[in-house]
C-alpha cells in the first residue's frame, strides 16, 4: 500500500492531435475530432485492461493527459495500448472526412510520487509539454499511424 509522499510507478500517457488547430479543421470538424480521440483513447486503454474511470486524466485541448493506477505494469500496458490505437487510428482515419483525420503523438513519462502535486509538477515540467507548448515536433515512434 501506499501513501502520500511515497514513490510508486506509474505510467503516463500523454496523447496530442497534430495539427489540430489547421485552418482547415472547421469547428465541426474538431469536435468530431476530439469525439474520436476520447473514443480512441478509452478504448485502447480498455483494451490494455485499464478502466478509464479509474485513472487520473485531464483535458488538454488538442489531446489528453492520463495517469494511470500504479498497479498497471507499464510495459504490456504500453505494448497493448500503442497496438489498439493504432488499429483504431487506421480505422477511424480510413472512414472519416480528412478534416477529421488523426496524427497522434503519444508520450509516456517515468515514475512520479503518490502526491496531487507530482500531477502538476509534471503537467509544468514535463518535455512533452514543453515541447508541445513551444511548436517543436517531437519524433514519431515507429508504431505512430502517418
Same mark, same amino acid.
Given at each position: ?26 469547428? %465541426?470538424?474538431?469536435? *468530431? ?9 478509452? =478504448? *485502447?486503454? /480498455? ?6 474511470? =479509474? ?7 488538442d489531446g489528453l493527459f492520463a495517469l494511470i493506477p500504479p498497479e498497471y505494469v507499464k510495459a ?13 487510428? /487506421? ?9 477529421? #483525420?488523426?496524427?497522434? /503523438?503519444?508520450?509516456?513519462?517515468? %515514475?512520479?510520487?503518490?502526491? %496531487? ?10 518535455? =512533452?509539454? /514543453?515541447?508541445?507548448?513551444? =511548436? ?9 499511424? #502517418?
Amino acid at each position: 500500500m501506499t501513501g502520500p509522499g511515497q514513490a510508486v510507478h506509474r505510467t503516463i500517457v500523454v496523447v496530442d492531435v497534430e495539427g489540430f488547430g489547421d485552418p482547415l479543421r472547421t469547428l %465541426p470538424h474538431q469536435v *468530431g475530432t476530439r469525439s474520436a480521440l476520447y473514443r480512441l483513447v478509452v =478504448g *485502447g486503454l /480498455r483494451a490494455a485492461g485499464v478502466a478509464w474511470e =479509474g485513472s487520473y486524466h485531464e483535458d488538454r485541448g488538442d489531446g489528453l493527459f492520463a495517469l494511470i493506477p500504479p498497479e498497471y505494469v507499464k510495459a504490456p500496458l504500453v505494448q497493448v495500448l500503442t497496438g489498439a490505437l493504432a488499429d483504431a487510428l /487506421r480505422e477511424h482515419n480510413d472512414r472519416c472526412p480528412s478534416a477529421q #483525420r488523426i496524427r497522434l /503523438r503519444m508520450l509516456d513519462q517515468p %515514475p512520479t510520487r503518490s502526491h %496531487p502535486a507530482a500531477v502538476l509538477r509534471c503537467r509544468d515540467n514535463c518535455p =512533452g509539454h /514543453r515541447q508541445r507548448s513551444s =511548436g517543436a515536433s517531437s519524433t514519431s515512434p515507429p508504431w505512430t499511424t #502517418r
